[in-house]
């Protein structure tokens, strides 16, 4: 199973991007998908999560109203739009799995907000 993130970059604060995760190696519609960051010297954060159906969707008080997430089965991909990025948004950016073994990531996507 592969998981590979992409889309992040430096960009000004206000300003948005999308990231895009990749799903090999597993039919993606069985597993509930999200994404989690990470900054150094802190705990992972959770900041979406999408249900197999889409019918439940999380997101973290912190980027609620910012930030969407969406999945594309058929493609086996999920994406997260976000807008109006704070600088607090900096960090390296997982998208994970659901399994039921345990949560699957892969390969992180650096994301700087900064003026």
């Known amino acids: 199973v592969q998981l590979q993130a992409s889309g992040g970059g430096l960009v000004q604060p206000g300003g948005s991007l999308t990231l895009t995760c990749a799903v090999s190696?597993?039919?993606?519609?069985?597993?509930?998908i999200g994404w989690f960051r990470q900054t150094p010297g802190k705990e992972p954060e959770g900041v979406s999560c999408?249900?197999?159906?889409?019918?439940?969707?999380f997101y973290a008080d912190s980027v609620k109203g910012r930030f969407t997430i969406s999945r594309d089965n058929a493609e086996n991909t999920v994406s997260l739009q976000m807008n109006s990025l704070k600088p607090e948004d900096t960090a390296v950016y997982y998208c994970?799995?659901?399994?039921?073994?345990?949560?699957?990531w892969g390969q992180g996507t650096q994301v700087t907000v900064s003026s």
């Open positions: 999408i249900s197999i159906d889409d019918g439940m969707i």
């Open positions: 994970y799995v659901r399994a039921p073994w345990g949560d699957i």
């Open positions: 190696g597993l039919t993606m519609d069985h597993y509930a």
